[in-house]
Every structure is written in C-alpha cells, then in structure tokens.
C-alpha cells in the first residue's frame, strides 16, 4: 500500500476509534513501527492527527480526548488520587460512581475493601468492583456510549433515583472558580446532578488539569462539593473560592 493511501486509512481508523497507538497501527496494515511514524509525522503537522504517548488521537477542538487516552494520561496521579479516596470509603458503604476516567481508575483502589453497595453507569467501573469481596454493584441500563460504554439518558437518571447513598464520587470536565463544576455533554450535566441528589456528601476527583478550565455545560456551582481529592494545590484564586464554598479539599502526597 503507498503512504499517501496508508495515510488516508489511518486517518480514517483514528476518526472512528478516537485513540490508535503506533502498535496498532503498524499491526493493522502489515507494516513496521518506523513506517508508520514515517506516515503520521506529517499529518501531526497538518493539524490532522494530534500525537500523544504512544499513539495518534483526533485534535483537540475543545472537547474531552478519548476515554481510553484519559484511563493513561495523568495516570498516576489518579491513582494517588484514588489511594486517597480509598482513606475515605471504608468496607460497607455505599456510593454512587459516575463514568470519568479518574473514577474509573480511583474504582481499582477499592477492590480491597469488602461489602460495598456500588451504582454506576459506567461498565469499566462496574466490572472493576463486581463479583469481589461481598460487593453488590448496580448498573444503570440505557444505550452505551461507544467512546467509554457508560449509559446516560432517561432509563439511566430513572435508574439512578431509586437509590439513597452515602457519597457520589464524581469527575468532571473541569472546575472553574466562577462557573463551578463543567462537564461536556448536557447528559453528563443531568446524571451528574442526579447523582449529588441522591448522595449524603459529595467528593470530586479530579488531577489538576480540570483546575481554571471551563467547558460547554455547568453542572453546578462549587459549593455542592463536600471534599475534593487532587493531585496538586489549587492557584490562590481557585483555592480562595474553595474555602468561600466550604469544600475540604485533599491533596496527595
């Protein structure tokens, strides 16, 4: 196959899968790691592709990157994250876990812990705490997002509304100190608010990526946030705003 067709077709596989790594790649049209590299190196300075760690994903155009690049980047400090959340929870509780990265990796941190009551929309969550130590995890149903097969719509809310939980964890978008808490999607938005209705305290996980970053739709202010687990100090203004709203916020070590 010439380059300029290879070209085309990875644009292509990179359009409908979100993230493809070089691996992939080079293992789909029978070529070696270098020559694909060859390939991508101008279509990164075409704006059509942008590179990551690994791998190609499409640009930026103010939209969260794809799920399975977000399970990798910043991935150790969600799990410090998570290790911190792990303090928090304790064996029995119960909670509510919606689909973000940071809560799916945070998920992980819990697997030592016994006799949890979980809901989730998000199968990589659900599979993460299921069939382990006396846990009983509740999914909610409705069509999977190919993206991250998280369910979202009116059966997952419904869903959702039936139970009485002790915390919803939630990642979000990102936490601006005048528009609060952000997310992409107004289905987002909606479960999001469902989720802190239905919860005794609200803890948001996020690494300081989302800190000052606004994005389409407000979910809700800062003060509906009980504690906030992150991996590094807020800015004086973002940290000022926190203390205005009463939210304890976490940092790891």
């Given at each position: 196959?010439?380059?300029?067709?290879?070209?085309?077709?990875?644009?292509?596989?990179?359009?409908?899968?979100?993230?493809?790594?070089?691996?992939?790649?080079?293992?789909?049209?029978?070529?070696?790691?270098?020559?694909?590299?060859?390939?991508?190196?101008?279509?990164?300075?075409?704006?059509?592709?942008?590179?990551?760690?690994?791998?190609?994903?499409?640009?930026?155009?103010?939209?969260?990157?794809?799920?399975?690049?977000?399970?990798?980047?910043?991935?150790?400090?969600?799990?410090?994250?998570?290790?911190?959340?792990?303090?928090?929870?304790?064996?029995?509780?119960?909670?509510?876990?919606?689909?973000?990265?940071?809560?799916?990796?945070?998920?992980?941190?819990?697997?030592?812990?016994?006799?949890?009551?979980?809901?989730?929309?998000?199968?990589?969550?659900?599979?993460?705490?299921?069939?382990r130590n006396g846990n009983?995890?509740?999914?909610?149903?409705?069509?999977?997002?190919?993206?991250?097969?998280?369910?979202?719509?009116?059966?997952?809310?419904?869903?959702?509304?039936?139970?009485?939980?002790?915390?919803?964890?939630?990642?979000?978008?990102?936490?601006?100190?005048?528009?609060?808490?952000?997310?992409?999607?107004?289905?987002?938005?909606?479960?999001?608010?469902?989720?802190?209705?239905?919860?005794?305290?609200?803890?948001?996980?996020?690494?300081?990526?989302?800190?000052n970053r606004s994005r389409?739709?407000?979910?809700?202010?800062?003060?509906?946030?009980d504690i906030l687990i992150?991996?590094?100090?807020?800015?004086?203004?973002?940290?000022?705003?926190?203390?205005?709203?009463?939210?304890?916020?976490?940092?790891?070590?």
């Amino acid at each position: 196959m010439h380059s300029t067709t290879r070209q085309k077709e990875i644009l292509k596989a990179v359009r409908l899968k979100g993230l493809c790594t070089i691996l992939e790649l080079a293992d789909q049209f029978s070529v070696s790691d270098e020559t694909i590299r060859r390939d991508v190196k101008p279509m990164v300075s075409a704006g059509l592709v942008e590179k990551v760690h690994g791998g190609i994903i499409v640009p930026d155009e103010g939209h969260e990157p794809p799920f399975q690049y977000r399970m990798v980047e910043n991935h150790e400090a969600k799990q410090r994250i998570g290790h911190e959340l792990s303090k928090i929870i304790q064996s029995g509780d119960s909670l509510i876990l919606d689909t973000g990265s940071t809560t799916a990796i945070a998920a992980h941190a819990l697997q030592e812990h016994s006799n949890l009551l979980v809901v989730t929309n998000s199968v990589e969550t659900a599979r993460a705490l299921a069939t382990r130590n006396g846990n009983r995890v509740y999914i909610a149903g409705g069509e999977l997002r190919a993206d991250d097969a998280a369910a979202f719509g009116p059966s997952a809310i419904a869903f959702i509304k039936q139970f009485d939980v002790k915390y919803a964890v939630l990642s979000l978008g990102g936490l601006d100190p005048v528009k609060g808490l952000m997310v992409d999607h107004l289905e987002e938005a909606e479960f999001s608010r469902t989720v802190m209705e239905q919860a005794q305290k609200t803890i948001v996980v996020v690494d300081q990526s989302k800190f000052n970053r606004s994005r389409l739709v407000k979910v809700a202010p800062l003060k509906v946030i009980d504690i906030l687990i992150t991996n590094s100090e807020p800015d004086p203004e973002l940290s000022a705003c926190f203390r205005e709203a009463e939210v304890e916020v976490i940092v790891t070590s």
